[in-house]
């Protein structure tokens, strides 16, 4: 262990970690990490999908230095700033809306956002039910966890009327069904019954269900959940903090499943690595009482100038066709490398989201010792990933968007061969055991 991990040990809490092994990093430039002691780590996580652009990307660092040499204070509350409007009016054009009056609420977290979300509908649509999926992870706040039903989670206290169904999952599918009709069967006989649509406020929907596992919906599933939503009045409210804006290959991840939502929620890459979040939706909703929901810092400068850049920069580079283009490559490098390996059960994801689900070879249940060896081994290989899922077996890829193809071949080859270690039994019980993730 470095001399950094262990002071980290003595100085920090532990409430916010989620290790998988002693990553103590030191700088970092483009997709490489540096870590303590000098080695490079190709990143293919982007701290969850936050570092969007990578580390250090020039137009960050430039619109951060202009936002900080002239810094128009510091929060929005009680004084607009250039930034966060303008930040603003580029979501509105570029988020579509059924609503020609739509109106912007910046926060910091994807949690915060979700939250405001969860305590907005309700209120302003005198509804009381919220729906979601069981899987899904809106956040770590009490409001956002209350309306997640992620397993991590299953101690925190959860809304009054929150109604829970399976996500559509074609490898696990809800009665053997992997088109995904039986689940909605399901939902309109919740909503016809127990769960009387007329009451339901809004539905929290990831178009991938990212920490459940980088579940892909099946074709044509949000579509018919939507249309059954606006059937009765239930706001659709898309996720898209981890993987919008550009990293499924498309701007909106939502627009692979044509629909377009009520509300849709922007985090983590919406800041390349600086804490900003937004939520676009309807102006009767998002303008239904002043001071409703707000921290201090909310809409300040400097976040603002970041996401700005973030979303100027995903144009200038073509980020979203790159996106789709890299993701395809990296998934059939993974795809290739790891054929001969029984315990990849199924590799999935759109464009730089992406899924590797870890299986038992004997019976193909979830391998949950697998995944957390591999990511411990990638790591000593020289790359930096995590895995998710509600039964802790599924690697997750959400790498910088500015991914080269080289990268993307060599961060592969490190997957397979971590598999093909830990499977062979190279990293001791001992050696992760300090390291719970999730
Ligand atoms: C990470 C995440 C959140 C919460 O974002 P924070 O920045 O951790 O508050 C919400 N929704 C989804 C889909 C996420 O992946």
């Known amino acids: 262990m470095t001399p950094l991990y262990e002071r980290d040990r003595a100085a920090l809490s532990s409430l916010q970690k989620l290790r998988f092994f002693p990553l103590s990093v030191t700088g970092g430039a483009g997709c490489l990490l540096i870590e303590e002691g000098g080695r490079e780590l190709l990143d293919l996580s982007a701290s969850w999908g936050a570092a969007s652009l990578g580390h250090g990307h020039p137009a960050m660092r430039a619109t951060i230095e202009r936002a900080l040499s002239n810094q128009a204070g510091a929060s929005i509350l009680s004084g607009t700033n250039e930034p966060a409007v303008e930040l603003a009016e580029m979501l509105l054009k570029l988020t579509p809306g059924k ?79 992997p088109t995904g009709d039986a689940l909605l069967t399901h939902i309109e006989r919740l909503l016809a019954t127990s769960c009387p649509g007329d009451e339901v406020a809004c539905f929290f929907i990831e178009p991938i269900q990212a920490d459940g596992g980088l579940i892909v919906p099946p074709e044509g599933f949000l579509a018919r959940l939507s249309e059954i ?27 692979h499943e044509r629909i377009v939502p009520d509300i849709v929620v922007f985090g983590k890459g919406l800041g390349g690595g600086l804490p900003i979040s937004a939520v676009v939706g309807p102006s009767w909703l998002m303008d239904h009482a002043p001071a409703f ?142 390291f719970t993730g999730w």
């Not at 999952?169 to 069904?177: A, G, K, Q, V």
């Not at 059937?231 to 981890?242: A, F, P, Q, R, S």
């Not at 395809?328 to 029984?342: E, K, V, Y």
């Open 99 to 177: 609503d020609d009056h739509r109106r912007v609420w910046l926060g910091h977290s994807g949690s915060d956002a979700n939250e405001t979300v969860a305590r907005v509908v309700p209120a302003a649509t005198g509804r009381s039910r919220i729906m979601a999926f069981s899987g899904a992870y809106h956040g770590g706040t009490q409001g956002s966890m209350s309306v997640s039903g992620h397993s991590a989670q299953e101690g925190a206290t959860k809304a009054e009327g929150l109604t829970l169904v399976p996500y559509p999952d074609s490898f696990r599918p809800f009665e053997n069904d």
């Open 293 to 434: 929901s707000m921290q201090t810092l909310h809409g300040n400068p400097v976040c603002a100038s970041a996401a700005l850049a973030v979303l100027k920069t995903i144009q200038a580079e073509g980020l979203v066709s790159r996106a789709q283009e890299v993701g395809r490559i990296l998934t059939s490098h993974i795809a290739g490398a790891t054929a001969q390996q029984p315990e990849v059960g199924h590799i999935r994801g759109r464009g730089l989201a992406i899924g590797v689900e870890l299986i038992r070879k004997e019976d193909a249940e979830p391998d949950a010792d697998l995944a957390r060896k591999t990511v411990y081994r990638a790591w000593q290989l020289g790359a930096v990933f995590y895995y998710v899922g509600m039964n802790s077996n599924v690697l997750e890829l959400t790498p910088p968007l500015i991914l080269t193809e080289n990268e993307a071949e060599t961060g592969a080859q490190i997957l397979a061969q971590a598999i093909k270690d830990a499977a062979s039994g190279m990293v001791g019980d001992d050696e992760v055991a300090e």
């Open 229 to 255: 939503c606006a059937h009765y009045g239930i706001l659709t409210v898309c996720d898209e903090v981890k993987v919008g804006l550009a990293r499924s290959g498309l701007l909106h991840c939502f627009e």
